[in-house]
């Protein structure tokens, strides 16, 4: 694995959300079939491509053929908010997903929420410390297959907000952030556990995620936490066409 950043990261142009989900759904399915080597680790993003796409990897011609058995399903970040609010990410893939496959109970680690923001997320590296079997992260031994991204406004991801301490982090896998933009607490994954994976991927739809990626692409705004986001492996951004008009080569 040579690494990537969001310079050097591939980028596909697809036509459109509908695209981009059903390119994702069949892509994941292959690469959970190829992994042999231990479990399929993905970390799972909130949002209307993500609901989508869980809901592809529901219907029966791909679901039939998923290694539900062999896949660990994470979070790369969470609301603490009810666990039936509509923003939960947890819930909404439960209900488009998780609900209709035969994934054990026990690959899937759903953020906890319930108690102190600091405490939570160091029971949940403990969680992701138990599935990668060490403690430390090892270069050349990634903690995620995929790790799934999209970008908010402010170009944030996960929930690495601008202007957060959360951004300086180089240790911890797990963290809190409490945006000055944006309403709840959160937890979230931090640099480093994004890192060790073999894939990233940005899912981005629609003409108002265009300038923002534009900027995060060009990698000269160092105010933007997209733009921080590296990998050991591959970094894609998968995009429909709207998303893509404002790079230079669409």
Known sequence: ??????????????????????????????????????????????????????????????????????????????????????SNNYAMSREAL??????????????PTEGEPSSDAARYQKELQEVYGQDTLQPGKPLFDVVMLGMGPDGHTASLFPRQPVLQEKKLWVSTCTPDNAPHTRLTLTYPAIHSSRHV????????????LARVRRGDDASLPSSHITTEGDLTFLVDE????DLPSC
């Open 1 to 86: 694995m040579s690494g990537h950043d969001v310079k050097t990261a591939n980028i596909v142009v697809l036509k459109d959300g509908e695209a981009i989900a059903q390119h994702m759904a069949h892509w994941l399915l292959e690469q959970a079939l190829e992994k042999k080597d231990g479990p399929f680790v993905v970390a799972l993003s909130g949002g209307s491509t993500p609901k989508h796409l869980f809901q592809l990897l529901a219907e029966p011609a791909i679901a039939e053929r998923f290694p539900w058995d062999r896949t660990q399903i994470f979070y790369g970040d969470e609301r603490y908010v009810p666990i039936d609010d509509p």
């Open 98 to 111: 998780l609900s209709h496959v035969p994934v054990p109970a026990a690959n899937v680690h759903r953020m």
């Open 201 to 212: 991927v940005f899912m981005l739809a629609g003409d108002g995620k265009a300038e923002m």
């Open 242 to 245: 709207a998303a893509a008009k």
